[in-house]
């Protein structure tokens, strides 16, 4: 389990990044107003 | 009242999804790995995802309208540039089988090593790569395709002197002899004893550049070796080696534990 999280960290550290940003990107387009939410901290979880 | 069941269900759903991303970009990422394009990806991939996130975290609205438009034409512009790789990956998946038999590696090792003592009594060198999960592609494409059942007189043939193929390394993958004749990257250790010949930095090279195992016969003195990890452990007896080999191969353990003999 430590060999599967750890071995080669620095690429799954900026595979997850990448993935953030993807997430973030289709999250706002597919909930307007997303980021916006995100920022002023009042996510409602809908 | 139900507002926190709500808001907990929606955060393990994006983390679910985040993870998923996360686990197909890595599995991408090693496909692509070693690849031409690979590092024109990876330089891309990261400034889009730094960008993204600056312009996310400091509300920077006109990079956010830029990146926004630019997805379509990245993933277009993949497409034609990883055409090829592509290709490969979807005929790997098509014929990758879904478990590997441990029962055919046990028979894999067990080959090698009786190749391997058929050339140490001939006096002969050998390098032969197990790959794991990292593939090397300047070997593949180096290298003659064979894609043969992996034997003892199989190898021993290979590693005659006189035939075509003998120069470079072979590679398998899984249960088969991939190619022959395969270039490795040479490593740079300045560490190295200067008796080791090509064979050994070629070996120490490629356990570098990725996580396979590779064995190498001393053509000179017919001693064993095992690269590993950046390692090279040297001198193995057969019984040595086919211990280390499985508990790689089979058992996917740190082997450091077993008994390593760094060259220095």
């Not at chain 1, 990107?25 to 002023?40: A, S």
């Not at chain 2, 470079?168 to 991939?178: K, L, M």
């Not at chain 2, 022959?180 to 008796?195: D, K």
Request: glycine fraction near 8%; charged fraction near 15%.
């Amino acid at each position: 389990m430590k060999n599967l999280l750890f071995h080669n960290w620095q690429a799954k550290v900026v595979c997850f990044l990448i993935a953030l940003s993807i997430w973030i990107y289709l999250k706002n387009h597919d909930q307007p107003g997303f980021i916006d939410q995100l920022w002023t901290g009042t996510l409602t979880g809908h | 009242m139900n507002f926190p069941y709500t808001l907990i269900a929606s955060i393990a759903r994006d983390t679910i999804e985040i993870s998923i991303l996360t686990v197909g970009i890595y599995w991408l990422w090693k496909l692509f790995r070693g690849t031409r394009g690979a590092r024109v990806l990876a330089g891309f991939g990261f400034l889009l995802a730094l960008l993204s996130l600056i312009s996310f975290a400091l509300h920077l609205t006109v990079i956010g309208q830029l990146l926004r438009i630019s997805p379509l034409f990245l993933l277009i512009s993949l497409v034609i540039i990883f055409q090829p790789e592509l290709r490969r990956i979807f005929a790997e998946v098509g014929s990758r089988p879904l478990f590997s038999p441990h029962r055919q590696q046990a028979e894999v090792i067990e080959a090698v090593i009786n190749g391997l003592e058929q050339l140490q009594l001939a006096g002969h060198g050998a390098l032969i790569a197990f790959e794991r999960e990292i593939t090397y592609e300047p070997a593949r494409e180096t290298g003659t395709t064979l894609d043969a059942h992996v034997s003892d007189d199989l190898l021993a043939t290979i590693f005659f002197p006189k035939t075509p193929l003998h120069d470079g390394g072979v590679i398998i993958v899984q249960d088969r002899i991939a190619l022959a004749a395969g270039i490795f990257p040479l490593t740079q250790s300045e560490g190295l004893q200067r008796t080791l010949g090509l064979r050994h930095r070629a070996a120490l090279g490629m356990s570098e550049e990725t996580d396979a195992a590779i064995v190498v016969l001393s053509e000179e003195t017919g001693i064993i070796s095992l690269a590993y990890n950046g390692e090279l452990r040297r001198p193995l007896t057969t019984d040595e080696l086919r211990s280390q080999l499985i508990a790689i191969l089979l058992n996917g353990s740190d082997e450091k534990s077993l008994v390593p003999q760094l060259a220095s």
